[in-house]
């Protein structure tokens, strides 16, 4: 009877040991699973990716660069100038327009602004060979930079031309150049640059950063290539709001790369029709957006 007893008592302890063995295999099991899940869905960056991102931004400034404009309807009043220099370290090639001051006089402010002020060559220059004199690497060191400037012009009309130009920078150790733009509006007639105090209302820049990222959205919805952009703030917009081309149906704001879209997809620029515009243009006889 005794040995009956113990016999028993020996069966249920090994019954539980065993039970609950097994409970923490499955409790191991399960944990290995869940840890495999997440190793699923862990995004690995790797050489497709980056080579897929390349291919993307290299797409996204062709289609800048190739963006037709009105340069050629424009060939008595614009004169062409191009500066080009090859040096080992760096290179400078810079391509902008000057107004033929034989048709206007007044043209010559514009031509002063750009001359003096906008087309720095000299000061491109310096700052390329002190940033290599501070660098320490020498890979970087000899890394070729690259300083680009080229435009886009538009006509409104016969009293006002909208210029975009587009800077390429490639600085040592990046795999990419950036983009940067600056835009200018020049009444032809009057020989003064024009702001957007001088198209808008004042105190609507709140309400036009609103119109833009609607734009924005629209387009993100649609999916028309602006996945991972995102909405304008208005600190960007008030640093921006003058970085904009006219045309007689729709006004274009231009921005530079991660401002409103990452360098590998969406656009540089939105366009906005002037009809969504209305609550917002000052009304005026010298403003050509009036109709």
């Known amino acids: 009877m005794k040995h009956l007893i ?23 099991e399960d944990t290995i699973e ?17 080579q897929d991102k390349s291919i993307a931004i290299e797409l996204k400034q062709n289609k800048l660069i190739e963006k037709k404009d009105e340069r050629q ?19 400078i090639d810079f391509t902008y327009p000057l107004l033929n001051e034989k048709q206007n006089l007044k043209y010559v402010n514009f031509n ?15 700052a390329i060979l002190e940033s290599k004199a501070l660098c ?29 130009f587009y800077k390429e920078n ?17 009444d032809l007639n009057r020989g003064v640059f ?27 919805s649609k999916g028309e290539l602006f996945y991972d952009c995102w909405e304008l703030s208005q600190d960007d917009f008030l640093e921006h709001k003058n970085n904009f081309v006219l045309n007689e149906t729709y006004i274009e704001y231009y ?3 991660c401002i409103m879209c990452p360098s590998y997809t969406g656009s540089y620029s939105v366009e906005i029709p002037l009809v969504k515009l209305l609550s917002v243009i000052k009304k005026y006889d010298q403003n050509p957006l009036v109709f």
């Open 136 to 164: 320490d690497s020498i890979a970087l060191l000899k890394f070729k930079e690259n300083r680009l400037i080229n435009y886009k012009v538009y006509n409104v009309n016969d009293d006002l031309i909208s210029v975009v």
């Open 194 to 220: 024009m702001t957007y105090e001088d198209f808008f209302l004042e105190g609507t820049e709140a309400e036009f950063t609103t119109l833009i990222n609607e734009e924005i959205n629209s387009k993100i």
């Open 170 to 186: 490639f600085y040592s150790g990046t795999l990419h150049p950036s983009y940067s733009f600056d835009c200018l509006n020049f």
């Open 73 to 91: 309807s424009l060939e008595t009043l614009i004169i062409e100038k191009k500066y080009l220099k090859e040096k080992e370290g760096y290179s």
């Open 255 to 257: 921005f530079d790369d």
């Open 34 to 50: 869940l840890n495999h899940k997440k190793a699923d869905s862990i995004t690995v960056i790797t050489p497709d990716i980056i």
């Open 6 to 28: 113990v016999i028993l008592i020996f069966t249920l302890v090994f019954s539980c040991k065993t039970d609950k063995k097994e409970d923490t295999i499955q409790i191991v």
């Open 112 to 126: 002063d602004y750009i001359n003096d002020y906008y087309v720095d060559i000299s000061g491109t220059e310096t």
